[in-house]
């Protein structure tokens, strides 16, 4: 097993956490928070916050029961918060959880959840252009 601070490929991530290398490439498409690096060829290189963040998503999805539009809408909400704590059964906890469960079709909802995703688009191509 690699270092915890080490990059992982996705073969390497699909093998470590027993998750399918298409699910993997499937939630990149469905959650814009994951975003491995991505190398000549196109080849994946997950850091170890994208490698919690799977984490995370996999609890959520197959653990917890969430939906992938509950999940997003969870961990947008946890933003600018550790991904890996898991739920404490409080009042303050069961909010974050009720809000996180699919309410409907609502246009605000929409809209959120794509300026949640411009936001992080935007992040990512600030920390590219800072590496760069």
């Known amino acids: 097993m690699k270092d915890r601070g080490a990059f992982r490929t996705i ?10 290398p298409h699910i993997l490439r499937y939630w990149e498409e469905q959650f814009a928070m994951l975003q491995p690096l991505k190398r000549a060829g196109a ?7 994208d490698v919690e963040m799977v984490n995370t998503i996999n609890r ?16 947008t909400s946890r933003k600018g918060k550790p991904v890996t704590e898991h739920h404490v059964d409080t009042p303050a906890a069961g909010v974050a959880v ?4 699919p309410l409907g079709n609502s246009q605000n909802e ?3 959840l ?10 990512r ?6 590496e760069a």
């Not at 191509?125 to 800072?130: E, P, Q």
């Open 11 to 20: 073969g390497e991530l699909s093998k470590e956490l027993k998750i399918k």
């Open 125 to 130: 191509l600030s920390r590219a252009l800072s």
């Open 114 to 123: 794509i300026v949640e995703e411009l936001r992080s688009i935007r992040n």
């Open 98 to 101: 009720q809000s996180a469960l």
């Open 43 to 49: 080849r994946r290189h997950y850091r170890p916050e």
């Open 60 to 75: 959520l999805l197959n653990e917890e029961g969430y939906t992938i539009k509950g999940a997003r809408k969870y961990l």
């Open 110 to 112: 929409d809209n959120s």
